[in-house]
């Protein structure tokens, strides 16, 4: 049986300003531009970024792109939030289902319930098909369901106005065995995380999740719960929420973008975690590999989404 990767990468939260980390000469050596360069064409090649024109040539050989492309397409490392009302029940599964449908992002993902006033994770998840468990989920039946979570959300919407609703999204690439493996170990590494930080799986949550799972969890992984419920500043968090994303196709292509820059920032500080300036890093790299005006490295520099408000950042409900 194929060695699967860990889900999710390290996360490191600095105090920092994302104005702050655009605003340095972040820059280079030329080990660190000639990796970047392989990522760039790798993506290129495999139609990942079929929206860019590399200035570089293609490499020698596709093996080293395949085993790239292998590394990265299991990895989850874009967080979309939201926060919905009982009759938005519809309109968020109708986005997310347009958001997973697209050549970008896979239906595969893991995703999290909140409580948006205190933060409070409530359940954590994995599913083959994000909007379909959503739908299950969200179900105003009252009847019984093995690992559905439709009683719990309709005796939410009982006494609260809001929930929150986050998911991790991972490439179109990421949909085989592998990738479905890999979400379960993602899935067992936030319970244990959540675990090891407040003595306890997330309230909603019954089962532990795999257990290989739970040994990658570190102090690190439980970072990934400010990003999920958006108690943090950080690029790893999508500047919209899943339904301004459905709906902004500029946006959405930023965001694909910055998948890339998240995904090899990830890959490229896998010891010491990823925070927004590794990914500002990233995302200049891209950038300085490609023609000028075909790049969509380029235009999330020059357009200002990079510094646009994270929703719902420390925002109650």
Same mark, same amino acid.
Request: hydrophobic share 40%; with cysteine.
């Given at each position: 049986?194929?060695?699967?990767?860990?889900?999710? &990468?390290?996360?490191?939260?600095?105090?920092?300003?994302?104005?702050?980390?655009?605003?340095?000469?972040?820059?280079?050596?030329? #080990?660190?531009?000639?990796?970047?360069?392989?990522?760039?064409?790798? =993506?290129? *090649?495999?139609?990942?970024?079929?929206?860019?024109?590399?200035? @570089?040539?293609?490499? +020698?050989? %596709?093996?080293?792109?395949?085993?790239?492309?292998?590394? !990265?397409?299991?990895?989850?490392? /874009?967080?979309?939030?939201? %926060?919905?009302?009982?009759?938005?029940?519809? $309109?968020?599964? /109708?986005?997310?289902?347009?958001?997973?449908?697209?050549?970008?992002?896979?239906?595969?993902?893991?995703? !999290?319930?909140?409580?948006?006033?205190?933060?409070?994770?409530?359940?954590?998840?994995?599913?083959?098909?994000?909007?379909?468990? =959503? +739908?299950?989920?969200?179900?105003?039946?009252?009847?019984?369901?093995?690992?559905? +979570?439709?009683?719990?959300?309709?005796?939410?919407? *009982?006494?609260?106005?809001?929930?929150?609703?986050?998911?991790?999204?991972?490439?179109?690439? &990421?949909?085989?065995? $592998?990738?479905?493996?890999?979400?379960?170990?993602? $899935?067992?590494?936030?319970? $244990?995380?959540?675990?090891?930080?407040?003595?306890?799986?997330?309230?909603?949550?019954?089962?532990?999740?795999?257990?290989? &799972?739970?040994?990658?969890?570190?102090?690190?992984?439980?970072?990934?719960?400010?990003?999920?419920?958006?108690?943090?500043?950080?690029?790893?968090?999508?500047?919209?929420?899943?339904?301004?994303?459905?709906?902004?196709?500029?946006? =959405?292509?930023?965001?694909?973008?910055?998948?890339?820059?998240?995904?090899?920032?990830?890959?490229?500080?896998?010891?010491?975690?990823?925070? #927004?300036?590794?990914?500002?890093?990233?995302?200049?790299?891209?950038?300085?590999?490609?023609? @000028?005006?075909?790049?969509?490295?380029?235009?999330?520099?020059?357009?200002?989404?990079?510094?646009?408000?994270?929703?719902?950042?420390?925002?109650?409900?």
């Amino acid at each position: 049986m194929a060695h699967q990767k860990p889900l999710l &990468g390290r996360v490191r939260i600095v105090d920092a300003k994302i104005e702050d980390t655009l605003g340095e000469g972040v820059g280079l050596v030329a #080990s660190e531009l000639e990796q970047l360069q392989e990522h760039f064409v790798a =993506f290129h *090649d495999h139609g990942l970024a079929v929206h860019h024109e590399p200035r @570089v040539d293609r490499p +020698k050989g %596709v093996a080293h792109a395949l085993r790239y492309l292998d590394a !990265c397409s299991v990895l989850l490392n /874009t967080v979309v939030v939201d %926060v919905y009302a009982s009759d938005e029940r519809f $309109e968020l599964h /109708t986005a997310l289902d347009d958001l997973t449908s697209a050549n970008d992002f896979s239906p595969n993902g893991v995703y !999290c319930f909140w409580d948006p006033a205190t933060r409070e994770v409530l359940y954590v998840g994995l599913s083959v098909n994000l909007a379909a468990r =959503f +739908k299950q989920h969200n179900s105003r039946s009252r009847k019984k369901s093995s690992g559905c +979570k439709r009683k719990q959300i309709n005796e939410w919407f *009982d006494i609260h106005d809001h929930l929150g609703y986050s998911v991790v999204l991972q490439s179109a690439i &990421g949909t085989g065995g $592998e990738a479905v493996g890999a979400m379960g170990l993602g $899935e067992g590494q936030l319970i $244990e995380a959540h675990r090891l930080a407040r003595g306890n799986k997330p309230k909603w949550n019954a089962m532990n999740g795999s257990t290989r &799972g739970a040994a990658e969890a570190t102090a690190q992984t439980r970072g990934w719960f400010d990003l999920l419920t958006s108690v943090e500043p950080s690029l790893q968090v999508a500047r919209r929420t899943i339904r301004q994303l459905s709906r902004d196709d500029v946006a =959405f292509m930023h965001e694909v973008n910055l998948w890339s820059a998240r995904m090899t920032a990830s890959l490229n500080n896998i010891v010491d975690g990823v925070d #927004s300036q590794a990914i500002v890093h990233a995302v200049r790299a891209f950038d300085r590999l490609s023609l @000028v005006g075909q790049n969509g490295h380029d235009q999330l520099l020059s357009s200002g989404y990079l510094l646009e408000p994270q929703p719902f950042l420390n925002e109650k409900r």
